[in-house]
């Protein structure tokens, strides 16, 4: 059992900046891809951005710009570097580990993001 923990989260005024950080157990992290998600009440989750295991990147249109998805394999470790932040970013975002060819799929409990002034 692989677990996750997300860190980083808060409140911030728009036009703000926050990293999140997502750390994983166990030692296939380096051979995963990895993401994240966010959820408002009432909606589906969805994809922010992505980050294979061969460090190809992939993000939602409503953040490119302004969201960066980076990982460091030494320290099982996923971040999303969040600049010019808006008050549709407001959501709780959720860090997600996969590995798809063993249909492994480990999601982390979360962390609130609110903008807002």
């Known amino acids: 059992q692989e677990q996750l923990v997300e860190s980083g989260g808060g409140l911030v005024q728009p036009g703000g900046s926050l990293r999140l950080s997502c750390s994983a157990s166990g030692s296939m992290f380096s051979m995963s891809n990895m993401g994240w998600y966010r959820q408002t009440p009432g909606k589906q989750r969805e994809l922010v951005a992505s980050?294979?295991?061969?460090?190809?990147?992939n993000y939602a249109d409503s953040v490119k710009g302004r969201f960066t998805i980076s990982r460091d394999n030494a320290e099982n470790t996923v971040y999303l570097q969040m600049n010019s932040l808006k008050p549709e970013d407001t959501a709780v975002y959720y860090c997600?580990?996969?590995?798809?060819?063993?249909?492994?799929?480990?999601w982390g409990q979360g962390t609130q993001v609110t903008v807002s002034s």
């Open positions: 980050i294979s295991r061969g460090r190809s990147t």
């Open positions: 997600k580990l996969s590995r798809p060819w063993a249909s492994v799929v480990y």
